[in-house]
T-cell receptor, first 110, second 111 residues
Framework: SQTIHQWPATLVQPVGSPLSLECTVE??????LYWYRQAAGRGLQLLFY??????ISSEVPQNLSASRPQDRQFILSSKKLLLSDSGFYLC?????????FGPGTRLTVL | ELKVEQNPLFLSMQEGKNYTIYCNYS?????LYWYRQDPGKSLESLFV?????AVKQEGRLMASLDTKARLSTLHITAAVHDLSATYFC???????????FGKGTKLTVNP
């Protein structure tokens, strides 16, 4: 069966610091991978998605970036965090008919 | 641009009562998803509706899809406290497997 991991689970970072969140998937090959952000009390916003290694599509202009160095690894990064980057970051992988979500990383930028 | 609207956004109901959550979307799509999110947790897949007229049921929850009306409903029967959560619908943007989510309906079931 497929499993999706995210780490860290919780992160507190100062404004202006860098960020790296990692997502890995087990039990599937060549999945579509997604990064979403959920601000407090809000819905989900798609940030990036990837259909293969090195292929990244950005949905929302911002100071975040994503990379997919391996088939089942998806990384979300920032060089300098903003207060507005705080939120719950969810990684998901997709099959043809469904998306499955990881446990999430709660990021607080102070 | 695909827009997905859920209503109500907040729903407080008593145990044993029935209610329906609505999900409207703005452009043609034949794939609709319902997810549940408990506080501080990730999203759990509830239903995947893939065609017009699709109806799926799990326990006290039943979801349906009317692609002509661009409407999906999530019906709750005889609510229990354990159903308290936020429910999201999401619509596929047309073969790209990118989902657009509604803002969610926060359901509170009171004893």
């Amino acid at each position: 069966s497929q499993t999706i991991h995210q780490w860290p689970a919780t992160l507190v970072q100062p404004v202006g610091s860098p960020l790296s969140l990692e997502c890995t998937v087990e039990g599937t090959s060549n999945p579509n991978l997604y990064w979403y952000r959920q601000a407090a009390g809000r819905g989900l916003q798609l940030l990036f998605y990837s259909v293969g290694i090195g292929q990244i599509s950005s949905e929302v202009p911002q100071n975040l970036s994503a990379s997919r160095p391996q088939d089942r690894q998806f990384i979300l990064s920032s060089k300098k965090l903003l207060l507005s980057d705080s939120g719950f970051y969810l990684c998901a992988w997709g099959s043809r008919h469904e998306q499955f979500f990881g446990p999430g990383t709660r990021l607080t930028v102070l | 641009e695909l827009k997905v609207e859920q209503n109500p956004l907040f729903l407080s109901m008593q145990e044993g009562k029935n209610y329906t959550i609505y999900c409207n979307y703005s452009t043609t799509s034949d794939r609709l998803y319902w997810y549940r999110q408990d506080p501080g947790k990730s999203l759990e897949s509830l239903f995947v509706l893939l065609s017009n007229g699709a109806v799926k049921q799990e326990g006290r929850l039943m979801a349906s899809l009317d692609t002509k009306a661009r409407l999906s409903t999530l019906h709750i029967t005889a609510a229990v406290h354990d159903l308290s959560a936020t429910y999201f619908c999401a619509v596929d943007t047309g073969g790209s497997e990118k989902l657009v989510f509604g803002k969610g309906t926060k359901l509170t079931v009171n004893p």
